[in-house]
């Protein structure tokens, strides 16, 4: 991937790899399938070698059916050990996640979804609030806010999530 900054991570690897929830999708054209940046297009097409038809028109990583199961499942997951195929270079939104960018009523919100098992139990931890901290300054920082105003496309309007801050916005969305 480009030289986009790494997010540093929440939620421990090891609890991920047992959790089996996230990467997996009820419907098809799912808001919970990670947007790609513009930048994160090209390079998964041309390094990684990912297939046009896995990059939706809206910029989103098209789930593909669960064999013998229901649902969908993110092309890149390789399911028999649960590990993202290009974890090294994964798209900012998942980098992110269980964090999310929300946009409601006008404000630009870092929500998160409680639907991670291992949030929910530590979203009140001073872990957690101080992760919080460092997540809000490292997106409201200048290249952050840049890159959000270059990418809208990220900023979505997730339910069900609860808001832990507030961001700054970009000019192009107020």
């Not at 993110?74 to 999310?100: A, H, M, T």
Request: hydrophobic letters at 35%; proline letters at 7%.
């Amino acid at each position: 991937m480009p030289s986009l900054k790494v997010i540093k991570q929440f939620v421990p690897q090891e609890f991920c790899l047992k959790c089996r929830g996230c990467c997996r999708f009820k419907e098809i054209n799912s808001v919970w399938s990670p947007c790609l940046l513009d930048v994160e297009i090209q390079e998964l097409l041309d390094k990684e070698g990912i297939p046009a038809v896995s990059i939706s028109v809206d910029r989103r990583i098209q789930p593909i059916p669960i064999p013998g199961a229901e649902g969908f499942v993110c092309p890149l997951l390789e399911s028999r050990d649960n590990k993202c195929k290009i974890y090294q270079q994964r798209p900012f939104e998942c980098q992110l996640y269980p964090f999310l960018i929300n946009l409601r009523k006008d404000k630009l919100l870092l929500t998160v979804d409680l639907n991670c098992p291992y949030i929910a139990s530590e979203i009140n931890s001073q872990a957690a609030k101080d992760y919080i901290v460092y997540l809000s300054n490292f997106l409201n920082s200048p290249g952050q806010l840049k890159m959000l105003k270059d990418n809208l496309q990220v900023i979505q309007a997730y339910e069900e999530v609860r808001e832990v801050a507030e961001l700054n916005l970009p000019h192009e969305t107020q």
